[in-house]
């Protein structure tokens, strides 16, 4: 007699696709954990095999950083990325923006019917690659399946978990008039590479997305200065770096002064908005970072930001001001001056 | 001069609808934000209006359960719930399966376009009753919107956060022959509820979903035995009684025996899975336990569960047994003997 499991045969990569046996809980489910994302993601935690994961807590005094993030991008393979690195990414900037060392992600996925397992593996497989590359492993994990024309290929919702050293205190309510803003790096390529994909438009220079994980980055630049003088990090995603300095300024209460001239963007960044009606500023990035920083710390925190790879065009665009209204202004190239709103008008679906 | 927030109208709960700039990250993210999760789910942490959020450590010495379950139930509303509490509920019990106390919530909406929002808010509402039962905050979220026909009105990933005391061990691989198998009350009710509503079918008894929150059963039964008489905790959701028993099994390398007249289970939900033509022990359960413990615990660990109104019902349904295939046998109420195999065959998809 032959035990159950030599009765059941491997998964077609090449020609299979996800069926609704695949979220049903049964050996069909069990079958796809074990073959796919089991042995893609592979770490001590997964391995336990129960409904969750059991962890080390952080270090003693270190509080936790929590951060979840639905990732639903179309479509899902795109220039210098695709869902699964993204959802990585995504999730672990969320937890480093919060000033906390990522220790662990976990991965909820919903596949609709239909989808080929070969492109399902791409993905779990870029996921393992990045959450690799991080050094933070995919510890637990639920898949799903819903019939076809109810999803929409793969949605990713992953969740970090982070530790916070002792006395660190970061929000977007800590920033104060004087203060520095710096960017890590030229805007608007995440957004611009899914875009023109999605316009099937083709730019002479390719533009890739910048999705990467920064909180390496992050490490180094809070390294670099006094506790306390880093007050606010957030990564300008949805919305780009316009609304997301527009949420800082709503949380600290001050108003901003931004220099047009100084905020880098890739010449073909610029090119291809211009042909797409679109402004650069509310496009979504996926590897930089905007820090609101103490006066007195920003050479140090800038010159910390240049030194690691992911932050070579880090720059210093603009400072917080005293303003009641906390609008975000912004000095343009032509020496004029204008309000920098949050987005309004078409929005940009599915950006990431 | 007036405040921007000033410029926008309240949120229509009553008419309105999920469009794609809830979506999109600038104000009618925030907005929604504002006045629908922000308003129901209020806590400290949430409150901090972060991309994450920052929390207490788990007392020195525990260890950390991480665990996620993604929600896409079938319909959303359902008798004795809808998917709001089912994503409460379903998380929590992961984190209690493994012996933890629940701490933190965190929830990831993915909303299709054209979403009413009454629905939206009623489903809202319902997971922050939930929480607030259990007593266990959502401490951070993500919103997602996606294009109509391309999700089924509302997806929610949850991931929940628990503290392990100091040297309890428990997962799938620790029962072995000779434990005691237990269930906490009656199968069936959650899947029965939600596909005769599908299916359109009414009965003379109305059947409700089971959908509960565990934690408080799990604790009193753990507090009942000694550390490490309680091998193993598991909910039977996807897959019911006869899937789950055979992961443990798998997991454990036991076999087991069940009593079938022993299973305890309501006339109608036994009738109705006659009319449906079901088979009750692989129909879901989002309310209930099953515990493998160790047989001088297994009066105790009994009488704790029926002492607990979750656990009235609670019955000793069979044992593991030594058998190097790890089958599941039930001894059928007619006195013989059938392999209670992997669920196999049509999968009742979107259950959970």
Redesign the interface.
């Known amino acids: 007699?032959t035990?159950?499991k030599d009765y059941v045969r491997p998964l077609d990569f090449k020609t299979g696709r996800v069926d609704?046996?695949h979220?049903?809980?049964?050996?069909?489910?069990?079958q796809l954990i074990r073959e796919l994302f089991a042995s893609a993601f592979d770490n001590e935690f997964l391995r336990?095999?129960?409904?969750?994961?059991?962890?080390?807590?952080?270090p003693?005094g270190?509080?936790?950083?929590?951060?979840?993030?639905?990732?639903?991008i179309?479509p899902l393979f795109f220039p210098g990325g695709d869902i699964g690195c993204l959802s990585v990414h995504g999730t672990l900037n969320?937890?480093a923006?919060?000033g906390?060392q990522p220790l662990?992600l976990?991965?909820?996925?919903?596949l609709e019917e239909g989808f080929p397992l070969a492109d399902l593996k791409r993905i779990v497989q870029s996921m393992a690659a990045a959450a690799a590359e991080a050094g933070v492993p995919i510890?637990?994990?639920?898949?799903?399946?819903?019939?076809q024309?109810?999803?929409?290929g793969v949605?990713i919702?992953t969740?970090?978990?982070?530790a916070?050293p002792p006395g660190r205190q970061m929000?977007?309510?800590r920033g104060r008039p004087g203060d520095v803003v710096l960017v890590s790096g030229t805007m608007g390529e995440h957004g611009v590479a899914v875009l023109s994909l999605r316009e099937s438009l083709e730019f002479e220079t390719a533009i890739t997305s910048d999705t990467a994980a920064l909180h390496t980055l992050v490490a180094d630049l809070l390294a670099a200065v006094p506790e306390g003088a880093v007050r606010t990090l957030?990564?300008p995603?949805?919305?780009g770096l316009a609304?997301t300095l527009n949420?800082i300024a709503a949380?600290s209460g001050a108003g901003m002064l931004l220099q047009e001239a100084a905020i880098p963007m890739l010449p073909q960044v610029e090119a291809a908005c211009e042909l797409l009606g679109l402004d650069p500023l509310?496009i979504?990035n996926e590897g930089k970072l905007i820090a609101i920083v103490a006066p007195e710390a920003a050479d140090a925190a800038l010159a910390a930001l240049r030194a690691h790879p992911l932050g070579r065009q880090a720059a210093r665009i603009g400072v917080l001001t005293d303003d009641p209204?906390h609008f975000v202004q912004m000095a343009t190239r032509f020496g004029g001056q204008r309000v920098v709103?949050?987005?309004?008008g078409e929005?940009?679906?599915?950006i990431c």
């Open positions: 007699m035990a159950k609704m046996n979220g049903a809980g049964g050996r069909a489910s069990a336990q095999g129960d409904d969750g994961a059991a962890l080390p807590a952080p003693p270190h509080r936790l950083v929590m951060a979840t993030d639905g990732h639903v179309s969320d937890v923006m919060m906390a662990y976990s991965a909820s996925f919903i510890v637990t994990g639920d898949t799903k399946v819903v019939e024309g109810h999803g929409d949605f919702s969740t970090g978990l982070g916070l929000g977007g309510a957030r990564d995603t949805r919305g609304t949420e949380q509310y979504a209204h709103d949050w987005l309004s929005p940009l679906p599915r």
